[in-house]
């Protein structure tokens, strides 16, 4: 077990951690989930998701200086604990204090694609959509309506079982997310 605080983790704030990526000084992690980091990221950073921080553990050895990051400063504060409690003294872990949004709100550039929505968040809106939809028409007594809250209660149970979620391939398919990767200001 972990404690989700270190002592030992040292916070800093985004003007000295873009201080330190002009100079190469440190190795950034984004510890979001894979959308969120697809979403927008800071282009020098690596994706390890926090829920897979203790798999890649060993991957981050050699990395005399590591700084996390995530949306708001509080995810990549465990993650930074994790790492500090296994790496004790051989390793200098930071937590970025108000982590990719204070990044984005002091005007530092991000990169990510170009969708106002995530793909996953798209994915909720129109389950949610069809649910809810469905289940009108079938208070309404029309024929067969409530299939497609069955449809999306399978769909769900599926893509939670098998971590493969036909919508999301669809989605990905139309217009506005087959954005290539651009740069974003706010």
Not at 47 to 76: M, Q, V, W, Y
Not at 118 to 126: K, L
Not at 143 to 159: E, H, R, T
Request: charged content about 15%; proline content about 4%.
């Amino acid at each position: 077990m972990f404690k989700t605080e270190n002592p030992n983790v040292q916070n800093i704030d985004v003007q000295q951690l873009q201080k330190w990526m002009k100079h190469k000084e440190i190795v950034l992690i984004d510890v979001r989930e894979p959308a969120e980091f697809e979403s927008f990221h800071i282009a020098e950073s690596q994706s390890i998701p926090l829920s897979e921080i203790s798999d890649n553990i060993e991957s981050l050895k050699g990395n005399a200086h590591a700084a996390f990051i995530c949306l708001t400063g509080n995810r990549s504060k465990i993650a930074a604990s994790i790492v500090k409690q296994e790496f004790g003294t051989s390793a200098t872990v930071y937590n970025i204090s108000g982590g990719i949004a204070t990044w984005k709100k002091v005007g530092f550039p991000v990169t990510g694609s170009s969708t106002g929505f995530p793909v996953m968040r798209q994915v909720h809106i129109v389950a949610g959509l069809i649910a809810l939809v469905s289940t009108t028409l079938a208070w309404f007594n029309v024929p067969y309506a409530i299939l497609g809250a069955m449809f999306v209660g399978y769909g769900l149970l599926f893509s939670g079982l098998t971590g493969w979620c036909m919508m999301s391939m669809l989605l990905k398919l139309l217009p506005w997310n087959k954005g290539k990767s651009t740069t974003v200001l706010n």
